[in-house]
Nanobody, 120 residues
């Protein structure tokens, strides 16, 4: 059983930045971030493999960066130029699937979620 512990959420003004962290209790090949906004379905944000391959959703490309520290079993999501539409609960995920460089689906392990609110 893999446990995921997230941190780094909060409130920020439009144009601001936040960095989310997710520490896993074990070494998992594919880790990623999903988010669920108010009244919306959960959607993929970004994923990364243990070799460093990344995939980022078009809606956040150029603003969000995913990275990981394999020695710490930790994945990060650096969020810049935040917009009100980025407001959501962000969930860390582990055990998903990458195919041909694309993050295809999540795995069975989820973090508890961390709230990100972008508002003036």
């Amino acid at each position: 059983q893999v446990q995921l512990v997230e941190s780094g959420g909060g409130s920020v003004q439009p144009g601001g930045s936040l960095r989310l962290s997710c520490a896993a209790s074990g070494n998992i090949n594919v880790m990623g971030w999903y988010r669920q906004g108010p009244g919306l379905q959960r959607e993929l944000v970004a994923g990364v493999t243990s070799r460093g391959s990344t995939d980022v959703a078009d809606s956040v490309k150029g603003r969000f960066t995913i990275s990981r520290d394999n020695a710490k079993n930790t994945v990060y999501l650096q969020m810049n130029s935040l917009k009100p539409e980025d407001t959501a609960v962000y969930y860390c995920n582990a055990g998903g699937l990458f195919v041909n460089g694309k993050y295809q689906r999540p795995g069975g392990y989820w973090g508890q979620g961390t709230q990100v609110t972008v508002s003036s």
